[in-house]
Structure formats: C-alpha cells, structure tokens
C-alpha cells in the first residue's frame, strides 16, 4: 500500500490543491482542509466530489477506503 504521500503525488492531487504553497490553484489548499472542515467531509468529499457543490470541478477518484484513510492521515500531519 502507498503512503498518503505517494498517494497524493500518484493521483496528481497537487495539479489542483497546493500543500505548503506548492501545487494548483484550482481547489482549496488542503495544509489545514481536515482541521478546517473534518475527516467526515474530507472523507465525503473523496467518495462523492459534488457532495456539497454540484459545480466542483474535482473528479470522483477510483480511491479505495484504504487508499483514502492514507491521505487522510498524511494530510493530518501537516
């Protein structure tokens, strides 16, 4: 299993979100996203993009829970 680190960069998650300034602009910066907005939206949002803005341009990834669990936990170290 990949890291949550490796996870992000395999999924190319930085083409839209920046972490520590570096990455896309498209969607939100995710330094402090599970702080912010908790790990039931962050996990919400990884399952169903359009959740809560049917516009959001996010793509639906093929994540597995394992897979989202990962970036869970890597984006609650920084």
Do not use: R, W
């Not at 908790?38 to 994540?63: D, V």
């Amino acid at each position: 299993t990949l890291s949550g680190k490796a996870l992000f960069t395999k999924y190319s998650c930085q083409g839209c979100h920046s972490i520590k300034g570096k990455g896309g602009s498209v969607g939100p910066a995710l330094d402090s996203i599970v702080d912010i907005k908790g790990e039931a939206f962050f996990i919400q949002k990884l399952k169903n993009p359009q959740f809560n803005n049917p516009s959001s341009p996010m793509p639906k990834m093929p994540l597995s829970d394992t897979e989202i669990d990962g970036l869970l936990d890597y984006l609650k170290t920084l």
